[in-house]
Structures are given as structure tokens and as C-alpha cells.
């Protein structure tokens, strides 16, 4: 059971674009900076969104974050069948530990 | 370039203990925490805990509490992690992951190729 709530999949077409939520509480998501994680099959995470909603170099413009409360929202546009991957939510918590979310799998149809 | 490399895949039988190595290059070591995730087969991310490379002070999360110990060799910009008692649920990937410097939180920004632990009779 994961602190941080993300829906198991996500799916859309290639082009278009997908949400992916991450709820949590005041003492993760409320209070402090979220992270965003792509890992494709077989390999190790990579990170695309740091503090809400910015872009490490070389991560697209396609990629967005934001927060608003106790919940935080990665966006993908112009989907491309290299996007699939699972997708994980992170950050800090009041009791001093790092918290994930239990994972989205992004399909393109 | 930033790399992690981490040591090879282990099989441990229950009960015993593993050490993972994690080897830094490309930055200075000192200057970034080094965090430590792991992901069962088929399951998410799970943080375990981090050490101040420069320091060696750690924190680790409370379901890790007494069976895990991270240290750091900064002579080798080494990182690692034990993991004792082992169980048959501590079978996943283990990751050490850097922390961002330029990041406000706390977010990864490199990350090890992960080590393969298996527990089994």
C-alpha cells in the first residue's frame, strides 16, 4: 500500500495527450516538492519532473508538472509510442522519509 | 558524465545478509546525499533510506530500522547499503540513487542500474 495514490494505468493515442495523478496528504504533497519518475521496461527510473514542474535537461517540453494542494499532476502532450512506460510519483514526508507512488503503466494505443 | 555502478546480482539464502555497492564517477562524491530504493518483482518504488556522502550521517525508514546499515568510502566514492536477516519478500532491485543539487526538494537525478538481491532456500 503506497502513501501516495496513483490510478494503475493511463492509456491514449499516439499524439494525443495524458494525465496522470498523484494524490496524497499535508504531510507529503502538501508541504513539500514532488518528483516524477519514467521507467521503462527493464530498466532503472528516470527522472523528468523535479520541485512540481521542472524539466531536467534534456527531458521534452512535452513532459509538465504541477501541484495544487495535496495532490500533483504529470502531463504528457504529442504522445509518442516511446512514452510507455510506468510512471512514479515521489517526495519527502513529515516523518522524514521519501514516499513513491504505487505506479501508473502508460500505455499509447 | 555522471555514473552509478552498482555491483552484480546477488543470491542469499534466508536469514543472511548482503552488501551492495554502489560506485560514484563523474562528480564529486561529497557534495550529494546518496539515497536507497529498492522494487520487488512487479511492485513500485520503495525508499529505504540515505547517507551524507561527506558526513556519513544516515537516516533510514522506519520499516528498515535495525536491519539495514549505509556507508560510504570516499577515498573510492563508494556508496553502499547492508541488508541483514534477509526474508523471501526482500527479493527485488535494489537502486542508489543521487540526489539533485539543484533541486529545492528531494528528487533523483541519477540513479544506479539497479542490483538484483534473491532470497531463497
Known amino acids: 500500500q503506497s502513501v501516495l495514490t496513483q490510478p494503475p494505468s493511463v492509456s491514449a493515442a499516439p499524439g494525443q495527450k495524458v494525465t496522470i495523478s498523484c494524490s496524497g496528504s499535508s504531510s507529503n504533497i502538501g508541504n513539500n516538492y514532488v518528483s516524477w519518475y519514467q521507467q521503462l521496461p527493464g530498466t532503472a527510473p528516470k527522472l523528468v519532473i523535479y520541485d512540481n514542474n521542472k524539466r531536467p535537461s534534456g527531458i521534452p517540453d512535452r513532459f509538465s508538472g504541477s501541484k495544487s494542494g495535496t495532490s500533483a499532476t504529470l502531463g504528457i502532450t504529442g504522445l509518442q509510442t516511446g512514452d510507455e512506460a510506468d510512471y512514479y510519483c515521489g517526495t519527502w514526508d513529515s516523518s522524514l522519509s521519501g514516499v513513491f507512488g504505487g505506479g501508473t503503466k502508460l500505455t499509447v494505443l | 558524465q555522471v555514473q552509478l555502478v552498482q555491483s552484480g546480482a546477488e543470491v542469499k539464502k534466508p536469514g543472511a545478509s548482503v552488501k551492495v555497492s554502489c560506485k560514484a564517477s563523474?562528480?564529486?562524491?561529497?557534495?550529494?546525499?546518496m539515497h536507497w530504493v529498492r522494487q520487488a518483482p512487479g511492485l513500485g518504488l520503495e525508499w529505504m533510506g540515505w547517507i551524507n556522502a561527506n558526513s556519513g550521517g544516515t537516516n533510514y525508514a522506519q520499516k528498515f530500522q535495525g536491519r539495514v546499515t549505509m556507508t560510504r568510502d570516499t577515498s573510492i566514492s563508494t556508496a553502499y547499503m547492508e541488508l541483514t536477516r534477509l526474508r523471501s519478500d526482500d527479493t527485488a532491485v535494489y537502486y542508489c540513487a543521487r540526489v539533485d543539487a539543484h533541486s529545492s526538494g528531494i528528487s533523483f537525478d541519477y540513479w544506479g542500474q539497479g542490483t538484483l538481491v534473491t532470497v531463497s532456500s
Open positions: 563523474g562528480y564529486t562524491f561529497t557534495g550529494h546525499y
